[in-house]
């Protein structure tokens, strides 16, 4: 079996992927290709459905490069369905409290440890051929919950804290705008948030990560002890590869 994102993470060393935006399966091969640790899937702000889903999980298998996904909405039936067609790795976005995220992580695992559905006879089972025992099927699942509101930012020890919590990830873009900064990634505030989260998930022994949008942000959040580091997205690094080609030919 491939690895997972939490045997990844249990490293402690920085991890860097990007996202997978494009929904599409050769650009995701492109991005396992150059070397990536680990891909994001979008289905928050991201292109495709299901179909395009399986296939960007199926390129990650193919490269042994384990590929989160992030769903569009923390309820139950949502992550089971996504869990079922194949993934390991969930991303929870815009949750606020405590019992929001202790309700979404409990989706995350078999009964009697969470309250997933139980079937044998889907893609994440292996359909049955060979199967999996719910055991082994909930220890390779890696949950991860984004800081985007105050509110989370104010529980962040707590929220460390909770079974089925692996990894925080840090939307600079969404976090900024709920202090009232927006894109002010130097601001003493949000640099304070940044330096809240560190803390409490050291304390709690998970991984912090964070959106970077270039690879010398990257490097600075790794040195600040993110190891859970996504770097722009297949459709920033394309746009910026083609922008920066022409501009050679045109002058």
Do not use: C
Request: no cysteine; charged share 20%.
């Amino acid at each position: 079996m491939a690895t997972t994102l939490k045997e990844k993470l249990s490293t402690g060393s920085p991890i860097f992927g990007t996202f997978l935006s494009l929904a599409n399966p050769y650009t995701a091969e492109i991005m396992a290709n150059a070397g990536f640790d680990w891909l994001f899937a979008d289905l928050e702000h991201g292109g495709g459905g299901e179909r395009d889903l399986v296939e960007q999980l199926l390129v990650g298998q193919a490269h042994s490069i384990p590929v989160a996904v992030r769903v569009e909405t923390a309820e139950r039936i949502r992550t089971g369905r996504v869990l079922d067609l194949g993934a390991e790795a969930i991303v929870f976005p815009r949750l606020d409290t405590v019992d929001q995220i202790e309700s979404a992580t409990a989706a995350l695992a078999y009964p009697p440890r969470g309250d997933r559905g139980v079937a044998s006879y889907n893609r994440s089972r292996g359909f049955g051929q060979p199967p999996r025992s719910f055991d082994e099927a909930n220890e390779r699942i890696t949950g991860i919950v984004q800081i985007e509101s105050v509110e989370a930012l104010a529980s962040v020890e707590e929220i460390s804290r909770i079974r089925g919590v692996d990894a925080l990830f840090i939307g600079p873009g969404d976090l900024t705008a709920a202090l009232g900064v927006p894109g002010e990634f130097g601001h003493p505030e949000y640099v304070a948030a940044l330096r809240g989260v560190l803390d409490a998930t050291r304390a709690a022994g998970i991984a912090a990560g964070i959106l970077a949008s270039s690879a010398e942000a990257a490097l600075r959040y790794a040195d600040d002890g993110f190891t859970l580091i996504a770097v722009g997205s297949d459709a920033t690094i394309l746009s910026a590869a083609a922008a920066d080609t022409i501009s050679r030919i045109k002058g």
